[in-house]
């Protein structure tokens, strides 16, 4: 049973080391976001079991203030996603070193919500950008504290929960970062 729960406990660590803290590979369906035309974000009242999300998608960005947002916003994650990217991907596979390494990667997270959230965003934008995307990363970064405490106390029933509500997020933070135009951000 030790060896049961010792492996169980490594995959667990593993699976949220890879995940980012931003968003990952995986994306949002086509069916939870609402294609428009042009170069504006239109919201798109989207509910799911994480809650009551707008999603946008604008492609190719044509606007040059939204092309000029998601430039300085690109270079935010590209600036911290590599760190918080390293601190994930250098444990040892320990209970005990991934949730440090947990909580660091949360609190790169956290400042780089804080660095996006000081750039203006494009005129018409904002709403569309706190729901999509600074309220869902405030929600990602509640979770990740419940995950971390969870793996304190060792209780994987927790962290398995919390994880499955965290990627919901994640999928749903990067479609909309994909469709409104990020290329770093809302990927890793």
Known sequence: MRIHQSVAWIAVGSALLLTGCGADQRRASESSINATAGGT???????????RFEAAVSVPVTDPARRAYVARVDRVCG?????????????NGALSDVARR???????SGRELREIEAIAPPRGDARALKTNV???IVRQLAI?????????????????????????????????????????????
């Open 134 to 136: 600074f309220d869902v």
């Open 144 to 188: 990740r504290k419940q995950i971390h405490q969870a793996l304190l106390e060792r209780d994987l029933a927790t962290v398995e929960a919390r994880q499955s509500d965290l990627d919901d997020l994640t999928r749903l933070l990067a479609g909309f970062a994909r469709g409104y135009g990020f290329k770093v951000c809302g990927t890793d």
């Open 102 to 108: 947990y909580a660091v990667a949360s609190v790169l």
């Open 41 to 51: 974000a239109r919201p798109v009242a989207v509910t799911g079991t994480t809650g």
């Open 79 to 91: 600036r911290i996603d590599p760190e918080r990217n390293q601190e994930r991907e250098n444990s």
